[in-house]
Protein backbone atom coordinates (compact mmCIF):
# COMPACT_ATOMS: atom_id res chain seq x y z
CA UNK A 1 0.00 0.00 0.00
CA UNK A 2 0.72 3.59 -0.88
CA UNK A 3 0.97 5.94 1.62
CA UNK A 4 -2.69 7.98 0.96
CA UNK A 5 -2.18 11.43 -0.76
CA UNK A 6 -4.49 14.55 0.62
CA UNK A 7 -6.28 16.49 -1.28
CA UNK A 8 -4.19 19.21 -1.02
CA UNK A 9 -0.99 17.31 -1.88
CA UNK A 10 -2.13 16.25 -5.38
CA UNK A 11 -0.92 17.38 -8.48
CA UNK A 12 -3.19 16.51 -11.30
CA UNK A 13 -2.97 14.80 -15.18
CA UNK A 14 -6.24 15.23 -16.44
CA UNK A 15 -6.01 12.91 -19.41
CA UNK A 16 -9.08 13.81 -22.07
CA UNK A 17 -10.19 17.10 -20.33
CA UNK A 18 -11.03 18.82 -23.03
CA UNK A 19 -13.91 16.40 -23.68
CA UNK A 20 -17.81 16.52 -21.93
CA UNK A 21 -16.63 14.95 -18.86
CA UNK A 22 -13.27 15.88 -18.55
CA UNK A 23 -13.81 19.82 -19.25
CA UNK A 24 -16.68 19.77 -16.27
CA UNK A 25 -13.71 18.06 -13.77
CA UNK A 26 -11.65 20.61 -14.54
CA UNK A 27 -14.29 23.40 -13.87
CA UNK A 28 -14.94 21.34 -10.97
CA UNK A 29 -11.77 20.65 -9.18
CA UNK A 30 -10.46 24.40 -10.12
CA UNK A 31 -13.37 26.12 -8.70
CA UNK A 32 -13.06 23.86 -5.19
CA UNK A 33 -9.13 24.03 -5.57
CA UNK A 34 -8.41 27.04 -7.08
CA UNK A 35 -4.13 26.53 -5.73
CA UNK A 36 -3.71 23.02 -7.22
CA UNK A 37 -1.65 21.88 -10.44
CA UNK A 38 -3.89 20.78 -13.19
CA UNK A 39 -2.34 19.82 -16.52
CA UNK A 40 -4.08 18.32 -19.18
CA UNK A 41 -3.46 15.99 -22.12
CA UNK A 42 -6.02 15.63 -24.73
CA UNK A 43 -5.24 15.40 -28.37
CA UNK A 44 -8.70 17.17 -29.10
CA UNK A 45 -9.94 14.64 -31.77
CA UNK A 46 -13.15 15.50 -32.81
CA UNK A 47 -15.14 15.58 -29.69
CA UNK A 48 -12.16 17.22 -27.81
CA UNK A 49 -13.02 21.48 -27.98
CA UNK A 50 -10.48 23.36 -26.38
CA UNK A 51 -12.63 26.29 -26.03
CA UNK A 52 -14.76 24.14 -23.23
CA UNK A 53 -11.25 25.03 -21.03
CA UNK A 54 -11.18 28.53 -22.03
CA UNK A 55 -11.84 30.14 -19.04
CA UNK A 56 -9.14 28.02 -17.11
CA UNK A 57 -6.28 28.83 -19.48
CA UNK A 58 -4.19 31.59 -17.91
CA UNK A 59 -5.41 30.34 -13.97
CA UNK A 60 -2.48 29.92 -11.57
CA UNK A 61 -1.70 26.09 -11.74
CA UNK A 62 -3.80 25.03 -15.12
CA UNK A 63 -1.71 23.94 -18.29
CA UNK A 64 -3.31 22.44 -21.52
CA UNK A 65 -1.15 20.36 -23.45
CA UNK A 66 -2.14 18.82 -27.02
CA UNK A 67 -0.83 15.84 -27.29
CA UNK A 68 -1.96 11.94 -27.13
CA UNK A 69 -2.16 9.47 -24.46
CA UNK A 70 -0.31 6.72 -26.78
CA UNK A 71 3.20 9.00 -27.00
CA UNK A 72 5.20 7.56 -23.65
CA UNK A 73 7.55 10.38 -23.94
CA UNK A 74 5.61 12.54 -23.91
CA UNK A 75 3.28 11.30 -20.72
CA UNK A 76 6.86 10.81 -19.02
CA UNK A 77 7.96 14.08 -19.38
CA UNK A 78 4.61 15.50 -18.13
CA UNK A 79 5.04 13.32 -15.08
CA UNK A 80 8.72 14.70 -14.28
CA UNK A 81 8.31 18.18 -15.32
CA UNK A 82 5.46 19.11 -13.25
CA UNK A 83 5.88 17.03 -10.38
CA UNK A 84 2.89 15.32 -11.31
CA UNK A 85 1.49 12.53 -8.69
CA UNK A 86 -2.07 11.56 -9.66
CA UNK A 87 -3.72 10.60 -13.51
CA UNK A 88 -7.42 11.12 -13.37
CA UNK A 89 -8.17 9.07 -16.73
CA UNK A 90 -10.88 10.50 -18.81
CA UNK A 91 -9.43 10.39 -22.45
CA UNK A 92 -11.31 7.67 -24.67
CA UNK A 93 -13.31 7.02 -27.67
CA UNK A 94 -16.71 6.76 -26.22
CA UNK A 95 -19.90 6.96 -28.75
CA UNK A 96 -20.87 2.89 -29.36
CA UNK A 97 -22.19 3.85 -33.11
CA UNK A 98 -18.67 4.86 -34.11
CA UNK A 99 -17.02 1.84 -32.31
CA UNK A 100 -19.49 -0.49 -34.66
CA UNK A 101 -18.38 1.37 -38.06
CA UNK A 102 -14.29 2.08 -36.76
CA UNK A 103 -13.12 -0.65 -33.79
CA UNK A 104 -9.19 0.17 -34.48
CA UNK A 105 -9.56 3.96 -32.84
CA UNK A 106 -11.00 2.17 -29.95
CA UNK A 107 -8.81 0.01 -29.12
CA UNK A 108 -5.73 2.24 -29.92
CA UNK A 109 -7.04 4.77 -27.40
CA UNK A 110 -9.01 2.78 -24.79
CA UNK A 111 -6.79 0.03 -24.48
CA UNK A 112 -3.22 0.74 -25.83
CA UNK A 113 -3.50 4.12 -24.70
CA UNK A 114 -4.62 3.74 -20.73
CA UNK A 115 -1.50 0.76 -20.93
CA UNK A 116 0.72 3.55 -22.06
CA UNK A 117 -0.14 5.74 -19.04
CA UNK A 118 -0.10 3.33 -17.19
CA UNK A 119 3.63 2.26 -18.09
CA UNK A 120 4.49 5.80 -17.24
CA UNK A 121 3.26 6.26 -13.99
CA UNK A 122 4.80 3.46 -12.59
CA UNK A 123 8.19 4.43 -14.04
CA UNK A 124 8.03 7.45 -12.22
CA UNK A 125 6.07 6.65 -9.00
CA UNK A 126 7.42 3.55 -8.27
CA UNK A 127 10.75 3.14 -10.32
CA UNK A 128 11.72 6.96 -10.37
CA UNK A 129 14.86 7.88 -8.62
CA UNK A 130 13.34 8.54 -5.09
CA UNK A 131 11.73 5.06 -5.13
CA UNK A 132 7.96 4.61 -4.16
CA UNK A 133 6.31 8.00 -3.93
CA UNK A 134 2.56 8.26 -2.93
CA UNK A 135 0.48 8.75 -5.65
CA UNK A 136 -3.25 7.81 -6.92
CA UNK A 137 -4.24 6.85 -10.57
CA UNK A 138 -7.55 6.76 -11.22
CA UNK A 139 -9.57 5.32 -14.15
CA UNK A 140 -12.92 6.22 -15.21
CA UNK A 141 -15.01 3.36 -17.29
CA UNK A 142 -18.90 3.03 -17.66
CA UNK A 143 -21.65 1.07 -16.52
CA UNK A 144 -21.43 -0.35 -20.91
CA UNK A 145 -18.71 -2.96 -19.42
CA UNK A 146 -21.27 -5.14 -17.17
CA UNK A 147 -23.64 -5.63 -20.43
CA UNK A 148 -27.38 -5.44 -20.55
CA UNK A 149 -30.16 -5.62 -18.09
CA UNK A 150 -33.37 -7.01 -18.39
CA UNK A 151 -36.49 -5.05 -17.04
CA UNK A 152 -36.33 -6.42 -13.30
CA UNK A 153 -32.71 -7.38 -13.34
CA UNK A 154 -31.08 -5.43 -10.56
CA UNK A 155 -29.37 -2.89 -10.95
CA UNK A 156 -25.17 -3.28 -11.96
CA UNK A 157 -22.79 -3.77 -8.43
CA UNK A 158 -19.52 -3.30 -8.79
CA UNK A 159 -19.15 -7.21 -8.64
CA UNK A 160 -21.71 -7.75 -11.30
CA UNK A 161 -19.97 -10.03 -14.48
CA UNK A 162 -18.45 -7.93 -17.44
CA UNK A 163 -20.61 -8.96 -20.46
CA UNK A 164 -20.04 -5.97 -22.74
CA UNK A 165 -21.79 -6.15 -26.58
CA UNK A 166 -20.23 -3.37 -28.00
CA UNK A 167 -16.51 -2.82 -29.30
CA UNK A 168 -16.94 -0.05 -27.04
CA UNK A 169 -17.65 -1.60 -24.09
CA UNK A 170 -15.47 -4.45 -24.96
CA UNK A 171 -12.23 -1.75 -25.15
CA UNK A 172 -13.18 -0.21 -22.14
CA UNK A 173 -13.58 -3.61 -20.48
CA UNK A 174 -9.94 -4.62 -21.17
CA UNK A 175 -8.49 -0.96 -20.00
CA UNK A 176 -10.86 -1.75 -16.86
CA UNK A 177 -8.67 -5.27 -16.14
CA UNK A 178 -5.26 -3.73 -17.12
CA UNK A 179 -5.55 -0.98 -14.48
CA UNK A 180 -6.65 -3.88 -11.73
CA UNK A 181 -3.28 -5.71 -13.01
CA UNK A 182 -1.10 -3.07 -12.54
CA UNK A 183 -2.48 -2.66 -9.11
CA UNK A 184 -2.28 -6.61 -8.34
CA UNK A 185 0.86 -7.09 -9.78
CA UNK A 186 3.35 -3.88 -9.80
CA UNK A 187 1.28 -2.50 -6.68
CA UNK A 188 0.51 0.68 -8.52
CA UNK A 189 -2.38 3.07 -6.08
CA UNK A 190 -4.96 2.53 -8.32
CA UNK A 191 -8.94 2.96 -8.19
CA UNK A 192 -11.66 2.79 -11.21
CA UNK A 193 -15.19 4.45 -10.97
CA UNK A 194 -18.25 3.15 -13.28
CA UNK A 195 -20.42 5.75 -14.25
CA UNK A 196 -23.98 5.98 -15.76
CA UNK A 197 -24.93 7.97 -18.83
CA UNK A 198 -23.93 11.91 -18.19
CA UNK A 199 -25.33 14.26 -19.12
CA UNK A 200 -24.93 18.43 -18.97
CA UNK A 201 -22.52 21.44 -20.31
CA UNK A 202 -20.15 20.88 -22.83
CA UNK A 203 -21.52 17.68 -24.01
CA UNK A 204 -20.63 17.15 -27.77
CA UNK A 205 -23.82 16.64 -30.12
CA UNK A 206 -23.27 13.18 -31.01
CA UNK A 207 -24.72 12.09 -28.00
CA UNK A 208 -28.79 11.73 -26.94
CA UNK A 209 -29.32 14.91 -24.79
CA UNK A 210 -27.83 17.36 -26.91
CA UNK A 211 -28.23 15.94 -30.23
CA UNK A 212 -32.41 16.13 -29.44
CA UNK A 213 -31.63 19.61 -28.08
CA UNK A 214 -29.78 20.83 -31.28
CA UNK A 215 -31.71 18.91 -33.58
CA UNK A 216 -34.77 20.64 -32.33
CA UNK A 217 -34.06 24.25 -32.46
CA UNK A 218 -33.00 23.77 -36.39
CA UNK A 219 -36.41 22.00 -36.76
CA UNK A 220 -34.10 18.35 -37.73
CA UNK A 221 -35.81 14.98 -37.39
CA UNK A 222 -35.41 13.06 -34.04
CA UNK A 223 -34.81 9.25 -35.67
CA UNK A 224 -35.54 6.85 -32.45
CA UNK A 225 -34.16 3.64 -32.41
CA UNK A 226 -36.15 1.19 -32.46
CA UNK A 227 -38.83 1.40 -30.02
CA UNK A 228 -37.36 4.02 -28.31
CA UNK A 229 -37.68 1.78 -24.80
CA UNK A 230 -34.26 1.62 -24.21
CA UNK A 231 -33.52 2.54 -20.70
CA UNK A 232 -30.48 4.14 -19.20
CA UNK A 233 -29.76 5.52 -15.13
CA UNK A 234 -28.81 9.60 -16.06
CA UNK A 235 -26.44 11.60 -14.20
CA UNK A 236 -26.09 14.90 -14.02
CA UNK A 237 -22.02 15.36 -14.65
CA UNK A 238 -21.49 17.84 -11.75
CA UNK A 239 -22.78 15.12 -9.80
CA UNK A 240 -20.07 13.15 -11.39
CA UNK A 241 -17.16 15.18 -10.86
CA UNK A 242 -18.56 15.62 -7.20
CA UNK A 243 -18.31 11.36 -6.97
CA UNK A 244 -14.68 11.40 -8.46
CA UNK A 245 -13.42 13.88 -6.52
CA UNK A 246 -14.82 11.72 -3.17
CA UNK A 247 -12.99 8.45 -4.54
CA UNK A 248 -9.63 10.95 -4.91
CA UNK A 249 -10.22 11.93 -1.42
CA UNK A 250 -11.55 9.02 0.42
CA UNK A 251 -11.53 6.05 -2.22
CA UNK A 252 -9.71 2.53 -0.87
CA UNK A 253 -6.80 1.89 -2.99
CA UNK A 254 -7.26 -0.96 -5.58
CA UNK A 255 -11.33 -1.04 -5.95
CA UNK A 256 -14.01 -0.25 -8.04
CA UNK A 257 -16.69 2.73 -7.15
CA UNK A 258 -20.38 2.89 -9.09
CA UNK A 259 -21.28 6.18 -9.73
CA UNK A 260 -25.22 6.79 -11.25
CA UNK A 261 -27.84 8.84 -10.42
CA UNK A 262 -30.69 6.19 -9.05
CA UNK A 263 -32.25 7.94 -12.45
CA UNK A 264 -33.87 5.44 -14.77
CA UNK A 265 -35.21 6.67 -18.28
CA UNK A 266 -36.60 4.92 -21.67
CA UNK A 267 -34.81 7.10 -24.19
CA UNK A 268 -38.39 8.04 -25.70
CA UNK A 269 -39.09 9.86 -22.57
CA UNK A 270 -36.12 11.69 -22.16
CA UNK A 271 -36.93 13.00 -26.05
CA UNK A 272 -40.52 13.63 -24.72
CA UNK A 273 -39.22 15.60 -21.97
CA UNK A 274 -37.04 18.10 -23.68
CA UNK A 275 -39.12 18.76 -26.68
CA UNK A 276 -42.39 19.68 -24.15
CA UNK A 277 -39.46 22.03 -22.17
CA UNK A 278 -38.45 23.99 -25.22
CA UNK A 279 -42.22 24.03 -26.41
CA UNK A 280 -42.51 25.94 -23.07
CA UNK A 281 -39.46 27.97 -23.20
CA UNK A 282 -40.50 29.21 -26.72
CA UNK A 283 -43.77 30.23 -25.86
CA UNK A 284 -42.51 32.25 -22.50
CA UNK A 285 -39.25 34.17 -24.92
CA UNK A 286 -40.40 35.66 -27.99
CA UNK A 287 -36.50 36.18 -28.40
CA UNK A 288 -36.05 32.53 -28.96
CA UNK A 289 -38.17 32.28 -31.86
CA UNK A 290 -36.32 34.93 -33.22
CA UNK A 291 -32.93 33.15 -33.04
CA UNK A 292 -34.40 29.57 -34.01
CA UNK A 293 -36.77 30.18 -36.67
CA UNK A 294 -36.90 26.75 -37.78
CA UNK A 295 -38.07 25.41 -34.41
CA UNK A 296 -41.26 24.19 -34.87
CA UNK A 297 -42.83 26.25 -32.38
CA UNK A 298 -42.32 29.11 -34.70
CA UNK A 299 -44.37 27.33 -37.02
CA UNK A 300 -47.49 26.27 -34.69
CA UNK A 301 -45.85 22.21 -34.22
CA UNK A 302 -44.95 20.55 -31.46
CA UNK A 303 -41.57 19.79 -31.10
CA UNK A 304 -42.76 15.90 -31.15
CA UNK A 305 -43.76 16.49 -34.51
CA UNK A 306 -39.85 15.87 -35.22
CA UNK A 307 -40.00 12.39 -33.81
CA UNK A 308 -39.54 9.32 -36.48
CA UNK A 309 -38.94 5.74 -35.67
CA UNK A 310 -35.77 3.60 -37.02
CA UNK A 311 -34.56 0.37 -37.52
CA UNK A 312 -32.81 -0.50 -34.18
CA UNK A 313 -28.80 -0.65 -34.17
CA UNK A 314 -26.98 -3.82 -33.86
CA UNK A 315 -26.21 -5.47 -30.64
CA UNK A 316 -28.28 -2.14 -28.57
CA UNK A 317 -28.20 -3.14 -24.64
CA UNK A 318 -31.84 -2.67 -23.79
CA UNK A 319 -31.28 -1.34 -20.45
CA UNK A 320 -28.42 -0.20 -17.91
CA UNK A 321 -28.86 0.76 -14.32
CA UNK A 322 -26.06 1.44 -11.50
CA UNK A 323 -26.49 0.43 -7.87
CA UNK A 324 -24.14 3.07 -6.44
CA UNK A 325 -24.59 2.11 -2.74
CA UNK A 326 -21.07 1.21 -2.13
CA UNK A 327 -19.61 4.92 -3.08
CA UNK A 328 -22.52 6.05 -0.91
CA UNK A 329 -22.07 3.96 1.90
CA UNK A 330 -18.14 4.45 2.22
CA UNK A 331 -17.94 7.66 1.36
CA UNK A 332 -21.00 9.47 1.57
CA UNK A 333 -21.67 10.16 -2.15
CA UNK A 334 -25.16 11.30 -3.28
CA UNK A 335 -26.17 13.07 -6.49
CA UNK A 336 -27.46 16.53 -5.55
CA UNK A 337 -29.47 16.84 -9.25
CA UNK A 338 -32.87 15.64 -9.89
CA UNK A 339 -33.41 14.62 -13.79
CA UNK A 340 -35.91 17.59 -14.63
CA UNK A 341 -33.70 20.10 -12.99
CA UNK A 342 -30.84 18.60 -14.33
CA UNK A 343 -32.33 18.74 -17.91
CA UNK A 344 -33.77 22.16 -17.61
CA UNK A 345 -29.85 23.28 -16.54
CA UNK A 346 -29.04 21.60 -19.45
CA UNK A 347 -31.54 23.07 -22.25
CA UNK A 348 -30.50 26.85 -20.02
CA UNK A 349 -26.94 26.33 -21.29
CA UNK A 350 -27.46 25.42 -24.71
CA UNK A 351 -29.72 28.29 -25.05
CA UNK A 352 -27.24 30.47 -23.78
CA UNK A 353 -24.11 28.94 -25.20
CA UNK A 354 -24.82 28.84 -28.82
CA UNK A 355 -21.06 30.06 -29.04
CA UNK A 356 -19.35 26.74 -27.66
CA UNK A 357 -21.83 24.72 -30.04
CA UNK A 358 -22.40 26.82 -33.02
CA UNK A 359 -19.02 26.48 -34.15
CA UNK A 360 -19.44 22.74 -34.13
CA UNK A 361 -22.26 22.88 -36.67
CA UNK A 362 -20.16 23.53 -40.20
CA UNK A 363 -21.71 22.11 -43.22
CA UNK A 364 -20.20 18.97 -42.95
CA UNK A 365 -20.67 18.49 -39.27
CA UNK A 366 -24.30 19.37 -39.77
CA UNK A 367 -24.53 16.59 -43.18
CA UNK A 368 -23.13 14.31 -40.52
CA UNK A 369 -26.06 15.31 -37.94
CA UNK A 370 -28.90 14.93 -39.72
CA UNK A 371 -27.96 11.10 -40.43
CA UNK A 372 -27.90 10.58 -36.33
CA UNK A 373 -30.27 8.41 -34.75
CA UNK A 374 -31.50 9.28 -31.04
CA UNK A 375 -30.18 7.15 -28.39
Not at 55 to 66: H, I
Not at 71 to 83: C, G, I, K, T
Not at 85 to 104: K, L, Y
Not at 168 to 189: C, E
Amino acid sequence: MTEPLSIADMRLLVTGGAGFIGANFCHYWKQRYPQSTLVVLDALTYAGNRASLKSLEGQEGFLFVAGDINDYALVERLLAEHRLNTIVHFAAESHVDRSIHDPDAFLRTNILGTHTLLQAARKQWLDGPEGRIPHRFHHISTDEVYGTLRPQDPAFREDTPYAPNSPYAASKAASDHLVRAYQHTYGLATTTSNCSNNYGPYHFPEKLIPLVILNILHGRPLPIYGDGQQIRDWLFVEDHCQGIARILEKGREGESYNIGGHNEWANLDIVRLICRLLDQAFAEDAELRQRYPQMPACHGQAAESLISYVKDRPGHDRRYAIDAHKISAELGYQPQHRFEEGIRKTIDWYLQRSDWWQPLLGEQYAAWLEKQYVG
